[in-house]
Structure formats: structure tokens, C-alpha cells
């Protein structure tokens, strides 16, 4: 049985902002998820805002403390791990008289909180910063330190970059069992697999709950809240250069306008308590009521550009407002990084800090590993690099510069490097690479991105899923079945 | 009286189609081309099959009967050519040799 | 980086692409036709089925065959093909002559300079998001078209029961497609009141296998937390709602033109088809021709491949002569016209005219007028919006316009 000093549960960004900060140390460290890749659970339906540190009090909240710091250190990772993100700033825009005070009181406390560059702005200052605001627009603040990023992008980044620094990544584990004796905690897989570790940090997402009750942490339920989203053609006019907010209301920081880091615009989400972890669905109802919201932010939102929908779930911990992260008072191996909503992508790289700190305190032993640290390998995005950038790399790489996702530009080389990072669905490579994203929805490209994925991993095509298990894409080959 | 509708063409006339006595009358049709579709449809119905077959390499290629076939054995020629593999085949480009699968 | 020059470049090897590279070379302009596919044809490929070529090479062909035919035609006019090349973009230069940008993984990059472009880059499917059906987002959603690619190209089976939601052509051949694979296929679901494809392969592809068709009804909800389950079926008259179970379901709800790189040289698009506005030659600006389902979706490709003709004759005489006659003639056409294609013609000259009709009768007459005088007339029989009307007219001298109308025979 393969023994680690720290496994951490749920490779999403809290996860895996975790193992990856923990790679820096000479430690042995398993990332373990119950999907078929990193970010598939909480994480791959994040609006990808970088917030800017202005919707909890930092007095009194772990958020806000973690949301600013987690913000800060965006710009180094990015150079170190080559995600999409990108600073454009955060305008909060009240759109009649009524939203005034509370415009005030958010811009307060940003002020309280400390957030660089935040500035009150008249009407006619808004309308500089963002032109295409509709004429309803009445004053707003701006927070240049915001900004985008793409979520999966990001948590890829880390999980590959940790892996590529020790870390071992079990995919399809879906921690069942766990049992405590002696120094290790053995947790058991729902396939029967087994690990053994001497501490365990749960940031299972919306299974935080259940991760907890078999390691004998608190007892806690994660309630799920729906956000849809839809996502828009990155020709539509109705992209706004900045992630626009309405005045938030009490349980939702309300309704974005966002220009992704990807060049799209996405709109949403939408907040509905649900019942079930499973449920990703998307509705007639909840489409209508976004579009008329943000097209009453933003002039020039279409449904003609409307590309995709997608809902996610944010693993909601009732009855606490803020992060639960600490060391369990009930399993003293057992570290909770549990009721991770917003700001949770933002607040990230702190967590994973954070975390690294609490595991110090239990006494696991920090030093800093003598080899140099090993970075990624290039993306080489083909939308991103020049014309003769690509012809360069094509005299050594025949498939840098073959083109198989017309709409976003991917290229083939692309789709293999991802594949050899362990990326075997098709859902794997489109977050990876981008490839199906766009307006043709993988039309085009999908039946050539499985085949390379079939060619690059040696699974059959047939085998081949969206998302992992239960999701074949495929029913087998022609012959397979009786004609009738 | 019954209706069909004309296959032999992209127009696909509408056609009323009398048959009694081994006598077959056909209106609607605005070509003579309908006419011997109504017989044919009425008398011995006949489809031409397209199909891809797994050649030599492992590719798919597309072929095509060389006339139409008799509705009711095109099951078991689908069949019959979808499990096997043709190695023998092995066409330099996308098509088809008409009347390749005559034996 | 290399550079290559020509006189015409037509991107796209389809139907359309390969008949206006063969035109311009047959005028004798040093031709290239550059195809993102290994393989000319672009979607005939993967259209296995005969009902190809009627009109363009009276005799009925498979699309592979159409395919083969048109590049024997355009390589025996002296046209040279690349293939698996992918345009990036295309610039004017200040010389007036044009630049574009080619990917493949043969060459790397390499610069195409032409005097004239024409643009046969067909369409895309539009998709379950572009209708914006809810629900899961299930394994086994696919369009049309993708899951003819995976079985005619990849020998694939998409699923073991599909729903086919839309009536368009390419949704009935691959009804029958399924069945001819041993795929069970619950029903075909249309919105409107009346089917979207051929007549011919309503019935040979639906009623041949009696498969039900629903008009009216539409896929409100698409089950399955990981691979599809089921579709929530809406009657649109009655409100009434209820699954077909199935693990499997095909979206051909229409086409869309496309144009990125057109837009992206900030040539307008026509808002009635999709495509660019084009004068007689298909000349959407000086030097840039269009052709094919790029300009506007045909209903057969025949239509497409002899309307392309005129599009690389003319790119031709353009590239010889730097100017092509002045096309003052407005278009415009009535309520019961969706569109008149090309939109500018010349005086003086006999143009031909593709529409599509908006309304569904037995007898039409279709009036060619310029102001209250009418030109031209034509009857047409059985018009549907599936099926595109034509129309051949001299146009007279001295007008400034010409509408089209088209009046139902009561």
C-alpha cells in the first residue's frame, strides 16, 4: 500500500492550491478526486473571478483575509504555472438611486479592508471605464486589482505542476472508508483501492461533509447551490473590458457580467438552494432571468451569441458564514478546508498557505526540498503566439502548427501534450486546451480531438467519455449491432 | 388510391397511384421518371444502400449499390457487410467503385 | 516561413470551392483551392448517400463520388489543391492583392498572396446551445452532422437509440443512417407546423422505417446526469410534455453560415442569410468573392457548385483585370422572400437569382419588378422554405432597381 505523509482530498482549487504548496517541501503528498480529472466537481463551473476584496469585512472573516492575499499572489503564479488570467479590474455598478447606500457601505468596507486602488466613480467616470454600461447606470466603484482568470486552466496548472514536483494524482478516487491506527489514516476507495497517510486534508467540495464523517471529523452537511451560466461567442458585442457587478444582494454577490480570461463573455450565475450534489442542470427559467439581468447591465448581450450553458454547484456550509478551515477538534490528523464557496478561487493560493501553516503547527516537518523546483513545459496556445513563433516550432514539432479547433485556434500539439498530462476525456482536453469551447460547440472538432485522444492514450475510442465513467461517448463500432 | 411521394429526385413530386387489376395508374408525377417509381414502388419495391465498409487498413470507406435492391434484403445485406473487413479494398480515395459489391 | 502567389485563392474544397477553382482556371488564372481537410469534399464526404449531382452532372452520385468528380473537374482545369491547411486570416494589402495566413502541420506557415479570394468556407450546424435546450449535460448530444462523421468516417456507433430533434435534410438521412446501423430511432421532433426537409427523404428515410415525426413538438429537456437517458418532448399546441427514452440525441435544428474570416475584414454580413452582401459576379468587396453555403445555405449542393462558377469566373477576370463591371441595380425582394441573392446587379446583363421562400403553397408566380413595371414573371409549383427558388432575368437598361415578388396562386 502506498503510504504519504499528507493526502489531500478533492482536487479542485482549494486541493489543489494545497498540494501544490505542499510540493515545495520534502514531503510525500497524494491529490486524490472522485472524478475522472481535476476541477471536475465545484471547480470547473467557477465564474473565474479574481475578487477584489471588498464583500466580507476582513475584520472579522477568514475570507476576506484570504481573498486579499490569495489575490496578491496571482501575478507570480501565473508566471511560474502559464494559466489564462488577466487583471482587468472590477467595476460595482449601481443601476438606480435606490442601490446608493448599499453601493456606499460596499465601497466602505472596501476601504476598511485595505483594497489597493479602490475608487468611488461618477457617472460620467463610469462610462470612461466601461463604455458599453447601459445608460441605466447611475455610479459605481471601481477595483482595479480584480480580474479574471479560467479556473480549470488554473487548477490543471497546479495539479500538473505539482505532479511534475512528487506529488502523486489519483483520479476516479472516491474515498469511501478510512481508518485510524497507529501514525496513518488508511482511506479506502469506493473501486477498493487504498492509500495510507499520516495527515489528511479534506477539501472534498461538496463531499466535505461526507469526507469528514468517515475520518470521525465534525459533523457538518454541504448544501449545494446552483449557479447557471452562460457562456457567449467571444465575437459578441456585449463583452465588457471589465467583470461588471451589480449592488450584491444578502446571499449572492448577484448576477456578472464577465470577460472571461479565455475571450468570451460569460453571464450568470444564478443562486438556487438544492437538494441534490448531482443535479447540473440547466433551466428555461433561470436562462430568461439572466439574460434580462445582464442585459440590463451591458448593452449588446445576445441570445443569438449564446455558444453554451452550464450550471454548477457551490458547497455551501449553513450556519457559517465564513471558511471552515482548521485543524478538525475531533480527528487530530484530519485538517477541514470544508464550506470553500466564493471567494474560494480567489483566496486559493492563501489557502494553500494557510493549510501548509496548519500542518506545521500539527507537527509534520516543513523543509524545503534541495532540488531545484521543475516547471512546466510551455503551453504554447497557437491563438496566442505569432505567426512566426508557431513556424518555429513546427521545425521541430510537425503538430505545433496543425490546426484542429477552428473556432478557438487549438492545435494539434496541444491536444497530445495535454493527453500525455494525463488528460484522457474529452471534457480533460476542452478544459485543458479550449478545444470544443467555442461556437461550433466541438462539431467540428470532436470527432478528430477523440480519435487523438484514442491514437495518444491507446483507450479505445469506443471507451472514450466526456467526463469520466457513465459518460461513454460512444455505444461501439459499426457491426456491433443487428440491423433490423 | 395511395399516396407517395417520388424518391427519384430532389423535387419528390407528390403522386396518387391507382392500382387495380395489375393496372397502375400515377398522377401528380412531372416527370416520366415518377411514373416507373409509382410501378416499381407498387410492384416490387426498391432502395439503392449506401454504406461504409471497413477496408483493408482499418479506414472506412463508402460504397454504394450498383442499382436498387429489393427492400426486403437490404437487411441482410447491411449485415453482412458491416461485421466483416475487406482488406482487398483498398481505394486510393474517398470512393467507390459502383457495382463493387455485385457478388 | 514560406510564400507561395497565385492569381485566385479559394478557400474551401467543397462543392462549391472546387467548381469556382475549376471556373477561374478554366478562365485561366493560376489557381490554388486550400481545404483545413486531408481530403477534398469538405462535408460530401461523410454525406455517404446518393441524391448528389442531379443537376450538375445529370446522374444521380453519392457525395464521396460528387466530391471526386468536382476535384477531377477543377485538377483538369489546372487548379492546384492543398489540403490540410488552415486559413487564419486574410489581409489586403496596400497593393490592393491579398494575404493569407496558412497552418498545417505539412508546412508550418506559409503565406498565400492572390489577386482575388474566393470564400466557399460553407457553414456550421448550429447546436443544442444555439437553441438553448436546458437540462443535463449529458454524453451522447451531438449534431447531426458530428455523429455522420463519427459512423461514415470513424465506423462509430453514437448510441444504441437516439431522438433526432429538427427535420432538416441532414436529420432524415441520418434517421435512416441509424437505422441502416442497427440504431433504434424513437421519433424525429420538429417545432413547426411542417417538416424542414426534402419530401423525397421524408419518405424514404422516415416512412421507409416508420419512424414517427412530430411536428410541432420540440426537445424541451435533455435527462441523463452522465450519458443521456431521456428527452422531455413539449407539444407546442398543447402544452402537454413527455420523455422518449433513448441514450442518444441528434440536434440538426439548421446551418449557419460561416464567415469569421470575412468578419474578421470587416466585410458586413446580410442579416436574411448569414452570408455576405454580394453583387452578379458574388463580389462582396473589391477583389473578395463569395460562393456556396458560406453566401447562403443551398438545399442542394448541385445549386451551390453552379452558382460557384460565377463566383471564380469573375474572381478570374478580376485577377486579369483589376476591375469588374459596376453593378448599380439594388435588390430587393417582398415578405414572402426571406432573401434575394446577390443583392446588387447590372444593367444590361442576364443575372440569375437564388431565393428562399418564406410561406408554403401549391402555386406561386414570382415577379421580377422595378418600381410598378413588371420585368419578368415565373411560376413555381409546390414552394416550401425548405427549397430555394430561381430565377434567370435580362435585366433591362437604365434601371436603378429591381424587387422581387412572390404571390400565391389562389
Given at each position: 500500500?502506498?503510504?504519504?505523509?499528507?493526502?489531500?482530498?478533492?482536487?479542485?482549487?482549494?486541493?489543489?492550491?494545497?498540494?501544490?504548496?505542499?510540493?515545495?517541501?520534502?514531503?510525500?503528498?497524494?491529490?486524490?478526486?472522485?472524478?475522472?480529472?481535476?476541477?471536475?466537481?465545484?471547480?470547473?463551473?467557477?465564474?473565474?473571478?479574481?475578487?477584489?476584496?471588498?464583500?466580507?469585512?476582513?475584520?472579522?472573516?477568514?475570507?476576506?483575509?484570504?481573498?486579499?492575499?490569495?489575490?496578491?499572489?496571482?501575478?507570480?503564479?501565473?508566471?511560474?504555472?502559464?494559466?489564462?488570467?488577466?487583471?482587468?479590474?472590477?467595476?460595482?455598478?449601481?443601476?438606480?438611486?435606490?442601490?446608493?447606500?448599499?453601493?456606499?457601505?460596499?465601497?466602505?468596507?472596501?476601504?476598511?479592508?485595505?483594497?489597493?486602488?479602490?475608487?468611488?466613480?461618477?457617472?460620467?467616470?463610469?462610462?470612461?471605464?466601461?463604455?458599453?454600461?447601459?445608460?441605466?447606470?447611475?455610479?459605481?466603484?471601481?477595483?482595479?486589482?480584480?480580474?479574471?482568470?479560467?479556473?480549470?486552466?488554473?487548477?490543471?496548472?497546479?495539479?500538473?505542476?505539482?505532479?511534475?514536483?512528487?506529488?502523486?494524482?489519483?483520479?476516479?478516487?472516491?474515498?469511501?472508508?478510512?481508518?485510524?491506527?497507529?501514525?496513518?489514516?488508511?482511506?479506502?476507495?469506493?473501486?477498493?483501492?487504498?492509500?495510507?497517510?499520516?495527515?489528511?486534508?479534506?477539501?472534498?467540495?461538496?463531499?466535505?461533509?461526507?469526507?469528514?464523517?468517515?475520518?470521525?471529523g465534525e459533523e457538518f452537511e454541504i448544501k449545494p447551490r446552483k449557479g447557471e451560466e452562460y457562456l457567449l461567442d467571444r465575437t459578441s458585442p456585449g463583452r465588457p473590458s471589465k467583470v461588471i457587478f451589480p449592488v450584491p444582494t444578502p446571499c449572492s454577490k448577484g448576477m456578472l457580467v464577465i470577460p472571461t480570461a479565455g475571450g468570451t463573455t460569460m453571464i450568470g450565475p444564478s443562486a438556487t438552494m438544492i437538494g441534490d450534489k448531482t443535479e447540473n442542470s440547466t433551466t428555461q427559467a433561470e436562462r430568461e432571468i439572466i439574460f434580462e439581468h445582464s442585459q440590463k447591465m451591458i448593452k449588446g448581450i445576445s441570445e443569438r451569441d449564446l455558444v453554451a450553458a452550464f450550471s454548477g454547484l457551490r458547497p455551501v456550509l449553513p450556519g457559517n458564514e465564513d471558511f471552515f478551515i482548521a485543524r478538525s477538534e475531533k480527528a487530530a490528523d484530519l485538517i477541514q478546508a470544508a464550506g470553500i464557496q466564493s471567494p474560494g478561487l480567489t483566496a486559493s493560493p492563501a489557502i494553500g498557505v494557510y493549510v501548509k501553516n496548519i500542518l506545521q503547527k500539527c507537527g509534520l516537518e516543513m523543509k524545503e526540498k534541495n532540488s531545484p523546483r521543475k516547471i512546466l513545459p510551455p503551453k504554447n496556445r497557437a491563438r496566442e503566439l505569432s505567426d512566426e513563433e508557431i513556424d518555429k516550432l513546427h521545425a521541430d514539432e510537425k503538430l505545433a502548427s496543425r490546426i484542429i479547433c477552428r473556432c478557438e485556434f487549438i492545435s494539434e500539439a496541444e491536444i497530445v501534450a495535454a493527453v500525455h498530462r494525463g488528460h484522457v476525456t474529452l471534457d480533460g482536453v476542452k478544459f485543458r486546451t479550449r478545444a470544443g469551447m467555442g461556437r461550433c460547440q466541438g462539431g467540428f472538432c470532436a470527432p478528430k480531438i477523440m480519435q487523438i485522444i484514442s491514437r495518444e492514450s491507446g483507450i479505445p475510442m469506443e471507451q472514450l467519455t466526456k467526463r469520466g465513467p457513465g459518460s461513454e461517448l460512444l455505444a461501439g463500432k459499426l457491426g456491433d449491432l443487428e440491423v433490423k | 388510391m395511395k399516396k407517395i411521394i417520388c424518391i427519384t429526385c430532389p423535387t419528390g413530386c407528390e403522386m396518387d397511384v391507382e392500382y387495380a387489376d395489375g393496372k397502375i395508374t400515377v398522377s401528380g408525377n412531372r416527370c416520366p421518371r415518377g411514373a416507373s417509381y409509382a410501378e416499381s414502388e407498387m410492384k416490387d419495391p426498391r432502395r439503392t444502400v449506401t454504406a461504409v465498409i471497413r477496408s483493408g487498413s482499418g479506414k472506412f470507406q463508402p460504397v454504394r449499390t450498383d442499382r436498387p435492391l429489393p427492400r426486403n434484403l437490404i437487411n441482410g445485406l447491411l449485415n453482412s457487410i458491416l461485421k466483416k473487413s475487406f482488406p482487398e479494398f483498398e481505394p486510393p480515395g474517398p470512393p467507390v467503385h459502383c457495382g463493387w459489391l455485385r457478388s | 516561413m514560406k510564400n507561395i502567389s497565385c492569381d485566385v485563392a479559394v478557400i474551401g474544397a467543397g462543392g462549391a470551392g472546387l467548381s469556382a477553382a475549376a471556373a477561374a482556371a478554366a478562365a485561366g488564372a493560376k489557381t490554388i483551392v486550400i481545404d483545413r481537410e486531408e481530403s477534398c469534399g469538405g462535408v460530401l464526404c461523410q454525406c455517404i448517400h446518393n441524391g448528389f449531382g442531379l443537376r450538375y452532372f445529370n446522374e444521380e452520385l453519392t457525395g464521396p463520388e460528387y466530391a471526386l468528380r468536382m476535384e477531377k473537374c477543377a485538377r483538369e482545369a489546372g487548379a492546384d489543391i492543398m489540403l490540410g491547411e488552415t486559413v487564419s486570416k486574410v489581409i489586403r494589402r496596400s497593393d490592393n492583392t491579398f494575404e493569407a495566413t496558412l497552418f498545417s502541420g505539412a508546412n508550418g506557415v506559409t503565406r498565400l498572396n492572390a489577386r482575388s479570394f474566393v470564400f466557399a468556407t460553407g457553414c456550421r450546424e448550429r447546436t443544442r446551445a444555439n437553441i438553448a435546450v436546458?437540462?443535463?449535460?449529458?454524453?451522447?448530444?451531438?449534431?447531426?452532422?458530428?455523429?455522420?462523421?463519427?459512423?461514415?468516417?470513424?465506423?462509430?456507433?453514437?448510441?444504441?437509440?437516439?431522438?433526432?430533434?429538427?427535420?432538416?435534410?441532414?436529420?432524415?438521412?441520418?434517421?435512416?443512417?441509424?437505422?441502416?446501423?442497427?440504431?433504434?430511432?424513437?421519433?424525429?421532433?420538429?417545432?413547426?407546423?411542417?417538416?424542414?426537409?426534402?419530401?423525397?427523404?421524408?419518405?424514404?428515410?422516415?416512412?421507409?422505417?416508420?419512424?414517427?415525426?412530430?411536428?410541432?413538438?420540440?426537445?424541451?429537456?435533455?435527462?441523463?446526469?452522465?450519458?443521456?437517458?431521456?428527452?422531455?418532448?413539449?407539444?407546442?399546441?398543447?402544452?402537454?410534455?413527455?420523455?422518449?427514452?433513448?441514450?442518444?440525441?441528434?440536434?440538426?435544428?439548421?446551418?449557419?453560415?460561416?464567415?469569421?474570416?470575412?468578419?474578421?475584414?470587416?466585410?458586413?454580413?446580410?442579416?436574411?442569410?448569414?452570408?455576405?452582401?454580394?453583387?452578379?459576379?458574388?463580389?462582396?468587396?473589391?477583389?473578395?468573392?463569395?460562393?456556396?453555403?458560406?453566401?447562403?445555405?443551398?438545399?442542394?449542393?448541385?445549386?451551390?457548385?453552379?452558382?460557384?462558377?460565377?463566383?471564380?469566373?469573375?474572381?478570374?477576370?478580376?485577377?486579369?483585370?483589376?476591375?469588374?463591371?459596376?453593378?448599380?441595380?439594388?435588390?430587393?425582394?417582398?415578405?414572402t422572400l426571406k432573401y434575394a441573392v446577390p443583392n446588387r446587379c447590372i444593367p444590361g446583363t442576364s443575372g440569375e437569382f437564388f431565393f428562399r421562400p418564406t410561406v408554403s403553397c401549391a402555386r406561386a408566380v414570382l415577379r421580377a419588378m422595378t418600381g410598378n413595371r413588371e420585368i419578368a414573371r415565373k411560376l413555381c409549383i409546390s414552394v416550401r422554405p425548405a427549397e430555394m427558388l430561381t430565377m434567370k432575368l435580362e435585366i433591362p437598361a437604365g434601371i436603378n432597381n429591381v424587387g422581387f415578388e412572390l404571390e400565391e396562386c389562389k
Open positions: 500500500m502506498k503510504q504519504y505523509d499528507v493526502v489531500v482530498i478533492g482536487a479542485g482549487a482549494t486541493g489543489a492550491a494545497i498540494a501544490w504548496q505542499l510540493s515545495h517541501y520534502d514531503l510525500k503528498v497524494a491529490l486524490v478526486d472522485r472524478c475522472a480529472d481535476a476541477s471536475f466537481g465545484v471547480s470547473k463551473a467557477n465564474s473565474g473571478i479574481v475578487h477584489g476584496g471588498f464583500h466580507h469585512s476582513a475584520d472579522s472573516t477568514l475570507k476576506a483575509k484570504l481573498e486579499l492575499e490569495g489575490n496578491e499572489m496571482f501575478d507570480a503564479l501565473k508566471s511560474e504555472l502559464d494559466f489564462e488570467f488577466d487583471r482587468c479590474g472590477i467595476l460595482v455598478v449601481a443601476y438606480s438611486e435606490d442601490e446608493l447606500p448599499a453601493l456606499q457601505k460596499l465601497y466602505e468596507r472596501g476601504v476598511g479592508n485595505k483594497v489597493p486602488g479602490i475608487e468611488m466613480c461618477s457617472r460620467e467616470r463610469l462610462f470612461e471605464l466601461e463604455p458599453k454600461l447601459s445608460d441605466t447606470a447611475v455610479a459605481g466603484f471601481f477595483v482595479p486589482r480584480g480580474g479574471v482568470i479560467e479556473p480549470y486552466g488554473y487548477v490543471f496548472s497546479l495539479v500538473e505542476s505539482a505532479e511534475l514536483n512528487g506529488v502523486e494524482f489519483w483520479r476516479n478516487f472516491q474515498a469511501a472508508e478510512s481508518v485510524h491506527e497507529g501514525v496513518f489514516r488508511t482511506i479506502t476507495a469506493a473501486d477498493g483501492r487504498k492509500i495510507q497517510a499520516r495527515f489528511t486534508v479534506n477539501a472534498a467540495g461538496l463531499y466535505a461533509d461526507e469526507v469528514s464523517r468517515i475520518c470521525g | - | 436546458p437540462g443535463d449535460r449529458s454524453a451522447g448530444v451531438y449534431t447531426a452532422g458530428s455523429a455522420q462523421k463519427l459512423m461514415n468516417l470513424s465506423g462509430m456507433l453514437p448510441g444504441k437509440r437516439a431522438v433526432i430533434v429538427g427535420s432538416g435534410d441532414i436529420g432524415l438521412i441520418m434517421a435512416r443512417r441509424c437505422r441502416w446501423s442497427g440504431i433504434d430511432v424513437a421519433a424525429v421532433v420538429e417545432i413547426l407546423p411542417e417538416p424542414s426537409g426534402l419530401p423525397r427523404n421524408i419518405a424514404q428515410c422516415l416512412r421507409d422505417f416508420d419512424i414517427p415525426l412530430l411536428l410541432s413538438h420540440r426537445c424541451a429537456r435533455i435527462i441523463g446526469r452522465d450519458r443521456v437517458e431521456a428527452v422531455e418532448i413539449e407539444n407546442m399546441k398543447t402544452g402537454e410534455r413527455f420523455n422518449f427514452q433513448c441514450d442518444t440525441v441528434l440536434f440538426s435544428v439548421g446551418l449557419i453560415p460561416e464567415n469569421e474570416l470575412l468578419k474578421s475584414m470587416g466585410i458586413v454580413m446580410n442579416t436574411a442569410t448569414g452570408g455576405p452582401c454580394v453583387d452578379a459576379s458574388l463580389q462582396c468587396a473589391a477583389g473578395v468573392f463569395a460562393a456556396g453555403n458560406s453566401l447562403h445555405v443551398h438545399d442542394l449542393v448541385d445549386f451551390a457548385s453552379l452558382e460557384a462558377r460565377r463566383a471564380g469566373k469573375c474572381a478570374a477576370e478580376y485577377a486579369s483585370s483589376g476591375t469588374l463591371p459596376v453593378a448599380s441595380v439594388e435588390v430587393s425582394c417582398s415578405k
